[in-house]
């Protein structure tokens, strides 16, 4: 009779074991899925709308529909991930400048111009402290139309080369989008630098800032990383607790057959 009890718990334990090993796999499984859900998707902003009740930047919203740069803005502005950050004019900005600045350009300048006033990413106004250190700054228009931002004692001031000027009032500012009003029209060194007699800017350098998509980088990682990683130590932590509480059913499953 003793003989037959050993191969009996020594069954047992093994069934044990199997059975933990299999709930194992399966509490594999729901680990994948507490990553972050997709949050409801809100409303997006109509930025017609916002522009045409804010301001009045009317000249502006001419412009972005004449370049049809606002479709371009709409898309950024929907796309959640990213965001967008426009710097709006106010009409007696565009009134207060020089009547030939903007008369002559082509329609293609105009766009730049346009978008220029642009950055592809939600930035709220605590976040232009970071930004100034990343200077310049690339915006929609790409390339050689860059920004540089500088923090004075909370105000962000902006200079484009030819324009040196501030934010002067925040009109929206909830990610993905943020609106901010500014008190000059923001004209690049990338178009005035050379076709207009520069007086008051030292002599244009043709290539400016090999640097430019820096920031967006930055933050694209600063996203992604943090959420794939606690995933992955709480589903270690599921699994490892799945195979302990297993092993010590297994023990007390064999001192209930010893008793
Ligand atoms: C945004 O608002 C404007 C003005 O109210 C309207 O004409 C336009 O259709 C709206 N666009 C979208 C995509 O809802
Ligand atoms: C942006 O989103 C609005 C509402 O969700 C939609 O009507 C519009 O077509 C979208 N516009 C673009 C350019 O994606
Ligand atoms: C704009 O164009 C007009 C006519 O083509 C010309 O006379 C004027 O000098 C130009 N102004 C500038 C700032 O280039
Ligand atoms: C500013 O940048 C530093 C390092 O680049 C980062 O740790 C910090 O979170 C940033 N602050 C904001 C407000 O983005
Ligand atoms: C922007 O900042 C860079 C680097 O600090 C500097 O070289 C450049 O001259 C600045 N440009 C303007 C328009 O202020």
């Not at 589903?235 to 092993?247: D, E, K, P, T």
């Amino acid at each position: 009779m003793k003989n037959m009890e050993f191969p009996t718990i020594f069954i047992a334990i093994v069934l044990l074991l199997c059975s933990s090993s299999t709930y194992a796999q399966t509490a594999k499984s729901p680990s994948i899925s507490p990553t972050p859900a997709p949050a409801p998707t809100p409303e997006n902003v109509n930025l017609t709308e916002l522009l045409t009740v804010a301001g009045p930047f009317h000249t502006f919203l001419d412009y972005l529909e004449s370049t049809k740069v606002i479709d371009t803005f709409q898309n950024q502005a929907n796309n959640t991930e990213e965001g967008i950050t426009i710097f709006v004019p106010k009409d007696s900005a565009f009134s207060s400048l020089k009547k030939s600045s903007l008369s002559n350009l082509t329609q293609d300048q105009l766009k730049s111009i346009i978008l220029f006033h642009g950055l592809a990413h939600y930035y709220s106004l605590a976040d232009f402290k970071n930004l100034s250190e990343s200077s310049p700054v690339s915006t929609f228009a790409g390339g050689q139309y860059t920004l540089n931002f500088t923090d004075v004692s909370g105000t962000v001031h902006i200079s484009s080369g030819w324009t040196n000027t501030k934010v002067s009032s925040s009109v929206h500012s909830t990610d993905p989008v943020a609106i901010y009003q500014v008190d000059k029209v923001l004209l690049p060194e990338a178009i005035f630098g050379t076709d207009i007699p520069p007086t008051p800017a030292p002599a244009p350098s043709p290539d400016i800032s090999p640097a430019a998509d820096t920031p967006s980088e930055g933050t694209a990682d600063g996203k992604s990383s943090p959420t794939s990683s606690p995933g992955k130590s709480s589903s270690y932590r599921v699994i490892s607790w799945g195979i302990w509480s297993h092993l010590v059913l297994a023990l007390s499953g064999v001192l209930v057959l010893f008793l």
